[in-house]
């Protein structure tokens, strides 16, 4: 019996509540993982490298992409696409890696629907207060007011779709947040191993 699972473990959450800091702290703790880059076209913050942070494209590239069903997903996330490529993801799963999507809820809505939603575990992380949100982005200060503005406006809706992850996640304390998302990475796998459930069973009856 095959024993080396693939999982995904989604995270969404308004922008700048910690998601890219949390991430950095998980990794420290777990193996075997594949972070999911994405493609923009957002242009590229100060110090941010393409082909690590992001693939950064043009419009039209992304939407040759969208043409060629490169993407297991895609959105207008801000005003701007982003996309998850689906070859990678499809590799890193055969390989029994953890894939980790930092995608927007309109992303982890489209993921649920194709056939790889029986490896996911999905998280919704959150500031403790909408203040607090607005004040991480403009400590941040890598985006303009009216960026910022929109960001701390969108959040309100993102907010809508909590009910719909598995888990719900405050990230007030960093510490205590990343040790409990390394938990639920681990949950992640075995939750994805349970898809063996028929196999396990047919050869219960054989
Ligand atoms: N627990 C925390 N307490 C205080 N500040 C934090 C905490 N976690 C992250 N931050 C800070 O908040 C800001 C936003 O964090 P980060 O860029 O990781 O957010 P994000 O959710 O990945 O944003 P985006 O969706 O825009 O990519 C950063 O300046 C980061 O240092
Ligand atoms: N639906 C998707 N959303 C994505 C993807 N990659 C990132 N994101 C989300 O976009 C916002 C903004 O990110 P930023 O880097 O511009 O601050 C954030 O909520 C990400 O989770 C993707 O491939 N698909």
């Known amino acids: 019996m095959q024993d080396n699972h693939g999982a995904i473990l989604l995270i969404s959450g308004p922008s700048g509540c910690g998601k890219s ?22 242009a590229p913050r100060e110090g941010e490298k393409n082909g690590v942070d992001y693939f950064f494209v043009s419009k039209e590239d992304f939407e040759k992409d969208i043409k060629d069903k490169n993407f297991l997903e895609y959105a207008n996330v801000h005003g701007n696409y982003y996309g998850t490529s689906l070859k990678p993801v499809k590799e ?20 649920k629907k194709t056939d790889l939603c029986s490896f996911l575990t999905s998280v919704f992380i959150t500031t403790p207060t909408l203040k607090e949100l607005e004040s991480r982005l403009n400590n941040r200060a890598t985006d303009s007011k009216d960026i910022i503005a929109k960001r701390v406006k969108n959040a309100k809706i993102e907010i809508n779709s909590i009910d719909k992850y598995d888990y719900f996640l405050i990230n007030d304390n960093l510490d205590d947040a990343s040790k409990k998302l390394v ?8 939750k994805a191993s349970l898809f063996n459930k028929k196999q396990i069973i047919s050869e219960w009856m054989n």
Do not use: C, M, P, W
């Open 21 to 42: 800091t949390l991430l950095k702290e998980v990794y420290k703790d777990i193996s075997e993982y594949y972070f999911s880059i994405s493609t923009t076209t957002r």
């Open 183 to 190: 938990s639920i990475a681990n949950a992640a796998r075995i």
């Open 92 to 111: 890193a799963l055969k390989d029994g890696k953890l894939v980790i999507f930092d995608i927007d809820v309109q992303g982890h809505d489209l993921v």
